[in-house]
Structure formats: C-alpha cells, structure tokens
C-alpha cells in the first residue's frame, strides 16, 4: 500500500504565500515524479507543476514564477512553495507521484486526498 499524505494548506489573503507539503509513504520501492495538481470548482483537475527524481521540473504557465516545487529523495518528500497568491489559486491541491510499489515491476499513479487551499481578496 502507498500513501500520499498532503499538508499545508489553508486560508490566506491575495499576495501571500503557503507551503504546501507532501509525504509518500508505504511498501515504495521506487518514486519516478512527485507533484501537484490542482481542482477549483467546477473545473477540470490540472496541472499545477511536477519534479522527476534527478531533478527535472514542469511548470504550469500560470505557477511559473511565482511556485517553486522541490523534493528530498531521502524522506519521500515535495514541496510546493506558492508565492504572490491569487484569489484564481483557490483550489484543492493534490499530491501526485509516480511509483513503483515493491511488489510491483511498473510505475504507478497516485493521488493523496488533496488540501484546500483558499486565497481571499
């Protein structure tokens, strides 16, 4: 069983900023990509920004420059640090990773249960 526990989240006013954080935890043999995704309502679940083991990072157009995701490999961790908010950021933010549980030969997807993240104005 793999787990992908999300935190950080919250309520904060337009221009600030929050940490969003994330753990993978469970039977992992091998994480390929950690990331965020995120849902606002009434929309489609998108793409917020992603981070590959060595180190090669998407951004989204809308998080470029103002997020920055980063990883320790050593405690199967990502973070998300989103700056200059925008009441447009208000979503449920989900952790995303592609793993290789240890009993498995493939990589797979998994969700945690997303933060909510609220941005006022």
């Known amino acids: 069983q793999v787990q992908l526990v999300e935190s950080g989240g919250g309520l904060v006013q337009a221009g600030g900023s929050l940490r969003l954080s994330c753990v993978a935890s469970?039977?992992?043999?091998?994480?390929?990509?950690l990331g965020w995704y995120r849902q606002a309502p009434g929309k489609q679940r998108e793409l917020v920004s992603t981070?590959?083991?060595?180190?090669?990072?998407v951004y989204a157009e809308f998080a470029r420059g103002r997020f920055t995701i980063s990883r320790n490999n050593a405690k199967n961790e990502a973070y998300l640090q989103m700056s200059a908010l925008k009441p447009d950021d208000t979503a449920v933010y989900y952790c995303?990773?592609?793993?290789?549980?240890?009993?498995?030969?493939?990589?797979?997807?998994?969700w945690g249960k997303g933060t909510l993240v609220t941005v006022s104005s």
């Open positions: 469970g039977n992992i043999f091998d994480i390929k990509t």
């Open positions: 981070i590959a083991r060595g180190g090669g990072i």
């Open positions: 995303y990773g592609a793993i290789m549980h240890r009993l498995s030969s493939d990589f797979e997807d998994y």
